[in-house]
């Protein structure tokens, strides 16, 4: 994701939704139970409703998010939308097919069906809900605080409050974590703490099937919606999920707004493949993950008086939960296959004007040339299409949709277009842990604008094959890494691994600094073993997630001197980058070991790791 400056501000009032968990249903396993859910042989004892979180204890970035005691296989949306109204019509719903991983009394789903923004917030209504055909009971409940001792039904409404820290604090100065991030409507940074202590949103929808479910089986879980979808918003003021175009949505959702729009497992770490079958009104274009496999055309009906047309899209590979793609509206969808046979699709809302369309194909076209050129650093590109949507509506950001990368407000810049496309690697395809680790994405996708700017100048010094050329390269990632170590002031005050809800997407340190950290690892491990260590990255967790130590231990892996002294230096490395918060000020309050070659401290010639 790459914010825009100045972030959207908001029209919506703050009036938190105010809703009390309450007590979780029990059931007993029934004889004679069919393939999925509980048979006479299994201890009905041992059954247990699944984890409301899959967020860690302490956790106070989306503390609310992901549901447990299931991993996510497969979902299907199955949309009936009317763009005239932004409405989804009866019939419309998702199919979720999951795997249990332990037997369950009951589990869960994320699903802001409303909204404290009244105006552009969602407005939608649970119909009915199946576990493997069967109807299901279903309600909302609040979440509540990761590790509560007195259990996610806990009756204390300290327990389910929202707040940026840990504790939770606010008027009452609750002494609990935090159990959601609060949805503020506006950007102010002097605002940042006014919602804390207020109840969170009951958003998650609890689902309990007429028999348990066996441990270790796939079952199907089929939620049917109706209303208005929307957008979320989030713990910095801005919005996401769902914004109404002329013609339709569009859809952007990251961190968490995809519940805005559908209910789902919504953790970046839950990656089920897609399908979507999305039916509107004939004449629109509905664009998503993965490979148009066709569309059918329906004659008119009650709901859609002109006909309609049932857009098919299939994404064989795991997508994480804020990088699923559905936009409708009226798009110009063109597709050409490379010579080694990736698609890539280029969308653009007819309602660009002509010029800045022919504008935007320029740099669109440039999307195959810019995956090759990321290819030399992070492997062979890991989907088998990938492709830009332009849309109208004004997002605040760009994002990195899995194979669909998302531009609002009409226009694309090439700068945004390498950061974005450096992330269907980095975020994509090897996914966060957790929303604390949204560094080592953005860090990543930094480098690849940094990458860029060392493209240009060894173009502008002879090219790659010219020696000019490549010092030309190798000066300018040395410049831009000494531009960031000279920051002073605040600029190394919070530590990247460790965000508030409203600091996530800050550009210091969740995107300038790990950025830079990334130069420097790439002098101390040198350029051929970086590269060998982020293509093992993507061999080793792709269509997966990485944990930050799992991360590090893979760059470890990769030193050229691997004494235990070299790899000691390296943890303190990213200790130093990722994980402190330094007083104000540049100085001695910021990272002491850089890398050979750059401003301060080097990282060999010291006692237990003198490799150079
Ligand atoms: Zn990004």
Known sequence: MLRCSPRTALAATATATAALAVAGLSLVAAPGASAGTLGRADNAANCSPGAHTLAPQGSHVYPDTGNGGYTSLNTTVHMVYDAAGNLFLPGNHVVLTDRATQCLTSFSLDFERRSVNKTAGPDMSVRSVTVDGRPAAFRFVQPTYPGDPHGQNDPNPLAHQASQLNPVGGPRHNPLPPACSPELTSTSAARQNSANGTPCPASKLVITP?????????????????????????????????????????????????????????????????????????????????????????????????GSVTWHWHMRSPVASYLV????????????????????????????????????????????????????????????????????????????????????????????????????????NVTEGGYAMTFYKEGLATLAEELYAARRAELAAGGPYSVKGRKAFQASLVR???????????????????????????????????????IALRQILGHGNFTQALEHIQRRYGGASITEPELEAAFRHWLPDPSAGCQARLSQFFRQWFDTAYAKGGGASRPRITGPGLAGPGFYGVPGCRHS
């Open 210 to 306: 007429s028999t348990a479910i066996r441990d270790g089986s796939v079952f199907t879980v089929s939620v049917s919606y109706t209303g208005r979808p929307g957008v979320h918003n989030d713990g910095d003021g801005t919005t996401e999920g769902w914004f109404r175009s002329r013609d339709g949505g569009f859809v952007t959702t990251e961190p968490v707004g995809s519940e805005d729009w559908m209910p789902l497992n919504d953790y970046p770490a839950a990656k089920p493949t897609y399908d979507f079958f999305d039916t509107v009104g004939a004449g629109l274009t509905a664009v998503a993950n993965g490979i148009l496999s066709g569309h059918a055309s329906h004659g008119p009906d009650a709901e859609f008086a002109h």
């Open 325 to 428: 793609e559905n936009s409708i509206g009226k798009y110009r969808l063109t597709e050409h296959t490379a010579d080694n046979g990736i698609r890539f699709y280029q969308a653009q809302d007819t309602g660009i004007s002509t010029k800045q369309q022919a504008r935007n194909r320029t740099i669109m076209s440039l999307q195959q040339n810019i995956t090759e050129f990321e290819s030399q650093f992070s492997g062979s590109f890991p989907f088998s299409s990938d492709g830009v949507i332009i849309g109208t509506p004004h997002a605040s950001f760009e994002e990195e949709m899995e194979t669909m990368i998302t531009f609002s407000g009409g226009v694309i810049d090439t700068d945004t277009l390498y950061h974005e496309n450096m992330h269907q690697w980095w975020g994509d």
């Open 480 to 518: 831009q890494f000494k531009g960031v170590y000279g920051a002073g002031g605040t600029f190394w005050t919070l530590a990247p691994s460790d965000p508030t809800p409203y600091a996530l997407f800050d550009g210091n340190p969740t995107y300038a600094r790990p950025g830079a950290a990334y």
